[in-house]
């Protein structure tokens, strides 16, 4: 029996004014006075069972004459007592021999008479003595006894020590139900070492042969190790008797459970019969149900709508509503999961069979299957957000990824998902409401670990329907997705053994709190090479294949697949290079399964038989050399694109108009371009004049795609320049950059995507902020090599790669340049200084 009476508690008379006034009366006794030798001289009240420790108050049962007696003595005295357990508490008349050596000196407060009579009376232990002789044995005991001291210093130790003991008793305090929460707090507010062992002692109410034995430990350190020790047994006590008590509640859940569901059934069969068609049906899905291994709330509330349905009329309109949406919970994979195939050689050999290059994405890959072949249980499951322009393989890889871990794949397209509804459904409430389509495509997935792809996250929508990000943002955080909340689903589902994996083509519009839970992984564009490698060793055998062709019957030439590559597709990745093949491919089968002859060996040539007129031109020898026009190399999310920069000088007054879907930035960019031009006028040789005399247009042109960014800054310069100069740029030279009015030439991204557009163009020169470099370093060797980078820091660098000198400019053939531009700046620019760039006809 615990001792719940360590402080105020009585068991015979309210909390409240009593108790009060009796505790008031027992500190109002005062402690004995010691004679000369140190010693004080009180009656004994002699203890069976019981154990009085110092400061702490306790009811007692007095039932012997003699302490009864004693008692008396001292209250008539209004002196202490000295409380002595007997060390056998079945002594009928104890004499010296029989007790303990070590007392408390005690305050006894009034007796009460109890209705079996006996006494009771409440006590206070006020500090520990030495026994020293029994000075009286009859009627009743009297000792001499020595107090002892005990310190109240606290060193660090004594610190340490107490604390530890403060953590182990609240550990009991939470475990235990029998001890009160005050008791922890009271003990918190404790300062000395000693008194803490005691409160405790008395709290917990260890046997009675440990209490005795902490009494006799006069050292209060000493004592508070063994108290600590003490509370380290009782803790693990606790523990198990915590868990058995769990264990048990669930034995008798389960009994319940199955109580229930053999309840319902009788239910429904006294209900409607055991021959009625639709009873049939309901204890169909019951008994579906019972046997679906679903977990435990599931479970219920899926037979709880069936009792509904029992009741229901099979007529009304609300069967359809109920019967789907147990449907829908005996149809998601609660409990179906695969086994991960964790062999790293195994992984690396299925994603190199089916892809080429990507080694980033691969290596992270392995180093992730590697680390949890090691360590299964505790890896976090990492999510992925592969990055590039279309085509580049990032869904295929991620299909090889679950090939080779042996998980389920599906896919899912956020593209334009602008309703967290979508995502996480809508209340049964609404007619026609469904599961969100994170749920509807763990359906599909048939397990609880698919490998989910989110694609398109970059496209996310947001408006006043709530915002799909936030609820995407539970989905994918470790913290809360192992209890996703489905609006239509009503239970919380696991989404923690998911191996997530998204797609983007940039990073830029991701919500910035979605991108930081991602590791990003790049999947830059590709070079013609390697599209000529992929398409020999994927893309043709793959169409050949889905074709019914024999890899043997055909041979496509490499020759055949560059033109394909370079006059039918203009792209980063190899996707319309596939569906391109695909054509040849169905016109051969098609030839071959009309029994006619086909072609075995298709060449270049065959290619436009097959695919009609080139759709894209060799634009190496369509370009050439003009005054205002320089080609920007610009980043879109389709890869790179090569887009001309035009201006025009018309006459004017000063004005600047840009054209060409240009963004803000654009706008400040060109208005940057033409300070800076304006500003170095002197020692371009351009008339200072001239600025007020010509209206400037810009124009981008590239179809109708809206373009902005700073990165067209240096682009926009240098059309300028050349246009006030009349100096034409050279056609085969690229840039990027951004400009300050200085001059100064500022990084700018997606510099390995603008730098692959160029070289896909044919252009061979190209400009890049010196700081962009870096960003280089996973350029494919053969374009590095075929490309004259050239790393700038000011305008002055760029307009001398740029500009085209003047001998080179005079092998321009004179019918090529009389061009809008030119015949323009012969209206309106005053002939330079240098006799050399006349325009003709001036
Ligand atoms: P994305 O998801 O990046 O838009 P896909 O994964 O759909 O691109 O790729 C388009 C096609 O190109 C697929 O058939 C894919 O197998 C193929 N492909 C792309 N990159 C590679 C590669 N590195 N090796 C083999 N095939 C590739």
């Not at 010296?96 to 007796?111: I, K, N, S």
């Not at 058995?244 to 319940?256: F, G, K, L, N």
């Not at 050999?349 to 992270?364: I, T, W």
Request: hydrophobic share 40%; proline share 6%; net charge negative.
């Amino acid at each position: 029996m615990k001792n719940n009476d360590w402080y105020l508690r009585d068991s015979e008379e309210d909390f409240g004014e009593a108790l009060h006034r009796r505790t008031e009366e027992l500190y109002s006794i005062p402690d004995t006075q010691p004679d000369e030798d140190g010693l004080i001289e009180c009656p004994v009240l002699p203890l069976r069972d019981l154990v009085v420790f110092p400061h702490m108050v306790s009811p007692v049962f007095l039932s012997q004459e003699a302490a009864i007696l004693a008692v008396e003595e001292a209250q008539l005295n209004d002196q202490t007592v000295i409380a002595l357990t007997l060390l056998d508490a079945d002594v009928e008349e104890p004499g010296p021999q029989d007790f303990l050596p070590v007392g408390v000196e005690t305050a006894v407060g009034r007796l009460l008479s109890m209705p079996d009579g006996s006494n009771s009376a409440l006590v206070q232990g006020r500090r520990r003595v030495e026994v020293v002789e029994f000075v009286q044995l009859e009627p009743f005991l009297i000792v001499r006894a020595r107090p002892v001291y005990e310190t109240a210093e606290v060193d660090r130790e004594t610190d340490a020590t107490m604390r530890t003991a403060l953590e182990m008793f609240q550990r009991c305090v939470q475990l235990d139900r029998s001890l009160p929460e005050e008791a922890y707090l009271f003990a918190l507010n404790i300062k000395e070492p000693g008194w803490l062992g005691d409160m405790i002692i008395t709290a917990i109410a260890p046997p009675l042969q440990n209490r005795q034995d902490l009494l006799l430990v006069l050292d209060p350190m000493e004592r508070l190790k063994q108290v600590i020790s003490l509370l380290a047994k009782e803790a693990d006590v606790l523990e198990l008797e915590d868990e058995i008590h769990t264990r048990a509640q669930s034995e008798v859940d389960r009994t319940q459970r199955e109580f229930y569901l053999r309840e319902q059934m009788k239910v429904i069969q006294t209900e409607l019969g055991d021959s009625d068609p639709w009873a049939r049906e309901v204890l169909e899905l019951h008994n579906r149900v019972e046997h679906a291994n679903l977990p435990e709330e599931a479970q219920l509330r899926a037979l709880k709508e069936v009792d509904r349905l029992a009741q229901m009329p099979p007529m009304s309109p609300e069967v359809g509503i109920v019967r789907t949406y147990v449907e829908w919970i005996l149809d998601l994979p609660w409990a179906a999961a695969t086994e991960d195939n964790l062999d790293v050689r195994n992984a690396a050999v299925v994603l190199d069979r089916d892809h080429f290059g990507l080694p980033r994405a691969k290596e992270r890959i392995l180093e992730y299957i590697a680390v949890r072949s090691l360590n299964p249980k505790r890896l976090r499951q990492p999510i992925l957000c592969f990055i590039g322009p279309p085509g580049t393989g990032k869904t295929s890889l991620g299909r090889s990824i679950a090939e080779a871990l042996g998980r389920k794949f599906v896919r899912l397209s956020l593209g334009g998902v602008r309703d967290e509804a979508e995502i996480r459904g809508h209340r049964r409430t609404y007619i026609g409401a469904l599961p969100g389509r994170i749920l509807q495509t763990m359906r599909r997935a048939g397990t609880l670990n698919p490998l989910f792809m989110l694609d398109e996250i970059d496209k996310l929508g947001q408006d006043f329907r709530g915002d799909p990000a936030a609820a995407l943002l539970e989905v994918l955080d470790p913290e809360q997705n192992n209890s996703f909340s489905d609006h239509y689903l009503e239970l919380s589902y696991d989404l923690s053994k998911v191996m997530f994996i998204t797609t983007a083509n940039t990073t830029g519009t991701i919500p910035p709190a979605l991108l930081d839970r991602m590791e990003v992984i790049e999947f830059p564009g590709y070079i013609e090479e390697e599209k000529l490698q992929i398409a020999n060793r994927f893309l043709v055998p793959r169409q050949l294949e889905e074709n019914g062709l024999q890899p043997e019957e055909i041979t496509i030439t490499d020759q055949a697949i560059l033109r394909a590559i370079r006059e039918y597709t203009y792209e980063a990745g190899v996707r319309n290079l596939e569906r391109e093949l695909g054509k040849i491919c169905r016109k051969v089968a098609r030839r071959k399964a009309e029994g006619k002859r086909f072609a075995t060996r298709i060449t270049a040539a065959y290619v436009e038989r097959f695919l009609g007129p080139p759709q894209f031109f060799n634009q190496e020898a369509d370009r050439q050399n003009e005054v205002g026009v320089a080609t920007a190399v610009a980043w879109t999310e389709n890869g790179g694109e090569i887009m001309p920069v035009e201006v025009l000088l018309v006459e004017g007054k000063g004005n600047m108009q840009i054209t060409g879907q240009i963004g803000n930035v654009m706008q400040e960019s060109a208005q940057a371009a033409l300070s800076y031009l304006k500003s170095r006028a002197r020692s371009l040789e351009i008339d200072a004049d001239i600025f007020d005399q010509v209206d400037i247009h810009i124009h981008i042109p590239e179809g109708a795609i809206p373009k902005d960014g700073p990165s067209a800054g240096i682009t926009m310069a240098t059309a300028l320049t050349s246009a006030f100069t009349g100096r034409e740029v050279n056609c085969n030279v690229g840039m990027t950059g951004e400009i300050t009015l200085r001059g100064r030439v500022l990084p700018v991204g997606g510099v390995r995507e603008k730098v692959l557009a160029a070289h896909r163009a044919g252009i061979r020169t190209v400009l890049l902020p010196k700081r962009n470099v870096k960003d280089l370093i996973d350029l494919p060797k053969r374009a590095r090599s075929e490309l004259n980078i050239v790393p700038v820091e000011h305008m002055d660098q760029v307009l001398e790669v740029a500009l085209v000198t003047q001998e080179k400019k005079t092998r321009v053939p004179r019918s090529r340049r009389k061009d809008n531009q030119e015949v323009a700046m012969e209206a309106t620019s005053k002939p330079p200084t240098d006799p050399a760039t006349i325009q003709p006809g001036v």
